[in-house]
C-alpha cells in the first residue's frame, strides 16, 4: 500500500494526515496504527521499566561509590594520624601517598561529576517521554527517532554505567593498594622503631650500669678519704692537746699566744708575763732560770690553734684571732648590770639570769621582757628613803628593741646626784651603731632632762657607772616627781632607740 503520511495543522492543533489511501484502507490503517501505538506504549512503558532499573543501579552505584569516598576519608584521616605519628622516613612515602589521595579524589570528582550530568540528561528524557505520553500522538518518524534516540540512549547510558563500574573498581583497587603499602609502611616503621628504642633502652641501661659502677667506686673511695680523714683530725688534735698542756704556764694556766717562751734547763715552759728575769726559779722544778728561750714553742704557738678558755665554748681559734674571739665570745663572763647584783654570767646566759635568778631585776619580777616598739616609759615610785645620804639603787629594767637587749639603770648615789644609763647586750662595736635617748620631764611645770648617746657595753667599767648617762641634781629631780595614787613620789623616765 502506498500511502503518504504528513504533519497537517488543524485548528491549531498538529495531527498527521494519511494521503492516496481509500477509506476502507484508511479505516485498516487506522486499527494499524492503534495496534502500533499500543505497541509503542508497551514499549515504553518496558523502556521506562529498564530507565527506573538503570536509574536505580546508578543510585546503588553512587551509593556505593559514596561509601568508598567515606572510607577514602577515613582513610585519609587515618593517614593524616599516621603521619603525624610516623617518624621521618616515612614522611616521603606519605608524601607520595597523599599525591595518589588527591589524584584519587580528583578523579572521584570527575566521575561524580558525569553521574550528575547522566542524571540530568536522564530527567530530560523522562520529561521528554512524559510529553510524548501526554501528547498521544506519534509520528512514525518521530518515533523511530524516538526509538533511536532512547537506544542510543541506553546504550549510551550503559556503556557510561559500565565505565563508572570499572573507574569505581580501579578506584577501590588503587585504595586497597594504597591501604597495604600504608600497612606495610607502617609495620616496617614500627618494627624499625621497636628496635631502635630496645637498642637504646640497652645502651642507657648500659650506661647507667656503669656510672652505678663508677659512683660506687667514687663512694668507696670517699668513705675511705673520710675515714683517713677522721683520724687525721684526731692525732692532730690528740697532738695539740698535748702541745698546749706542754706549753701552759704553770703561774697563769694560759697558753701564751706571743713569744718569746721562757724555759728552764728541764724545758719547762714560762710565758713572757709570768717570767721574773734570770735569776728567777722555774715555777715547777725550781732550777735557775735564766735567759733560755724555746724557739720550738714559739714556732708551736705561732701555728697551733687555741681552744678557748671559756666555759662551755668549743671554739677553736688561730693565733691572730684569739683576741678577737676573747671580745666577741658568746661565753666570756660579764657582770650583771643590775647595779646591786655583782654576778658574773656567761654573755649567752644573763638573759636567762635577768628573768630567772637575778635579785635585783625587774624582769624577774613581773617575770617578762618589755617589748617595745616606739618610745618606752618607765615608772619608778619611791620611798622616802631617797632623801637620805645613801646609795640607792632600783631595780634594773630589761628592754627587748628589735631583738636587741637594753637594760636602763636608776641610781642615787650619796650625795646631790641622780644618774640614769642605759646599757646594751654587746660589745662595744655593736653599741656603737646604736642612739639612745633617756628624758625626765614634768610636763605641768615644764621641766625636761635629757640626754642622748650610744648605749654602754654590758661589760662596762665599774666606775663609769656612777657618771654615766642623764646626771639630774637632787634639787632638779624633785621638781621632776608627781604624787602617785598611793601617795608616794614617782617620776617617769622616757627611752627612744634609734639605730645609726
Ligand atoms: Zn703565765
Ligand atoms: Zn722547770
Ligand atoms: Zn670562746
Ligand atoms: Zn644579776
Avoid at 6 to 25: F, P, W
Avoid at 59 to 81: A, F, P
Avoid at 143 to 165: G, I
Wanted: charged share 30%; hydrophobic share 35%; net charge neutral.
Amino acid at each position: 500500500m502506498n500511502t503518504t503520511a504528513k504533519m497537517v495543522e488543524e485548528n491549531g492543533r498538529v495531527r498527521r494526515h494519511v494521503e492516496g489511501v481509500g477509506k476502507q484502507d484508511q479505516g485498516v490503517y487506522e486499527q494499524l496504527e492503534r495496534n502500533v501505538k499500543e505497541n509503542f506504549l508497551v514499549i515504553l512503558q518496558q523502556k521506562d521499566v529498564e530507565l527506573l532499573k538503570a536509574d536505580e543501579e546508578l543510585s546503588r552505584g553512587e551509593h556505593e561509590l559514596n561509601e568508598t569516598k567515606e572510607k577514602l576519608k577515613k582513610s585519609e584521616e587515618k593517614l593524616v594520624i599516621e603521619k603525624n605519628i610516623s617518624d621521618r622516613n616515612s614522611l616521603e612515602v606519605l608524601k607520595n601517598f597523599t599525591k595518589r589521595e588527591i589524584e584519587l579524589s580528583l578523579e572521584l570528582n570527575e566521575g561524580n561529576q558525569k553521574l550528575v550530568e547522566k542524571e540530568e540528561e536522564l530527567k530530560e528524557n523522562t520529561v521528554k517521554h512524559e510529553k510524548l505520553e501526554s501528547e498521544n500522538e506519534i509520528d512514525f518518524k518521530l518515533r523511530d527517532e524516538m526509538f533511536n534516540h532512547v537506544a542510543n540512549e541506553e546504550e549510551e547510558l550503559r556503556q557510561k554505567t559500565v565505565k563508572l563500574l570499572a573507574e569505581k573498581e580501579e578506584l577501590k583497587q588503587k585504595y586497597e593498594k594504597c591501604e597495604k603499602l600504608m600497612a606495610e609502611s607502617w609495620k616496617q616503621n614500627t618494627v624499625k622503631h621497636e628496635k631502635l628504642v630496645a637498642k637504646k633502652q640497652e645502651e642507657l641501661k648500659q650506661k647507667t650500669a656503669k656510672h652505678e659502677q663508677e659512683l660506687q667506686k667514687i663512694y668507696q673511695k670517699l668513705t675511705e678519704k673520710e675515714e683517713e680523714l677522721k683520724q687525721d683530725t684526731l692525732k692532730h688534735a690528740k697532738l695539740v692537746g698535748v702541745l698546749e698542756e706542754r706549753m701552759e704556764c704553770p703561774v697563769c694556766l694560759d697558753i701564751p699566744t706571743t713569744g718569746p717562751v721562757y724555759t728552764c734547763s728541764n724545758g719547762h715552759c714560762v710565758c713572757a708575763a709570768c717570767y721574773r728575769g734570770p735569776r728567777s726559779n722555774c715555777p715547777s722544778c725550781r732550777v735557775r732560770m735564766f735567759r733560755n728561750t724555746s724557739l720550738l714553742a714559739a714556732t708551736i704557738l705561732q701555728n697551733i690553734e687555741h681552744s678557748c678558755r671559756n666555759q662551755g665554748c668549743l671554739q677553736k681559734v688561730a693565733k691572730e684571732e684569739k683576741e678577737e674571739h676573747k671580745k666577741a665570745c658568746l661565753f666570756r663572763l660579764v657582770t650583771c648590770p643590775a647595779f646591786s647584783c655583782k654576778e658574773k654570767v656567761a654573755f649567752c646566759h644573763l638573759v636567762d639570769h635577768i628573768l630567772n635568778q637575778c635579785g635585783s631585776s625587774m624582769a624577774k619580777i613581773k617575770s617578762t621582757i618589755i617589748d617595745v616598739k616606739g618610745p618606752a616609759y618607765c615608772n619608778y615610785i619611791l620611798n622616802n628613803c631617797y632623801l637620805e645620804d645613801v646609795l640607792e639603787s632600783f631595780n634594773v629594767i630589761t628592754l627587748c628593741w628589735e631583738g636587741k637587749y637594753f637594760f636602763l639603770t636608776a641610781l642615787k648615789p650619796p650625795g646631790s646626784l641622780w644618774n640614769f644609763y642605759v646599757q646594751m647586750l654587746g660589745s662595744l662595736e655593736e653599741c656603737m651603731r646604736y642612739r639612745v635617748s633617756i628624758t625626765i620631764e614634768e610636763k605641768v611645770r615644764g621641766l625636761v632632762q635629757t640626754v642622748c648617746s650610744a648605749p654602754f657595753p654590758i661589760n662596762m667599767e665599774a666606775r663609769v657607772k656612777r657618771e654615766a648617762g642623764l646626771v639630774v641634781r637632787s634639787t632638779s629631780m624633785e621638781g621632776m616627781l608627781r604624787q602617785h595614787a598611793s601617795g608616794r613620789d614617782f617620776f617617769t623616765i622616757k627611752l627612744d632607740f634609734a639605730v645609726i
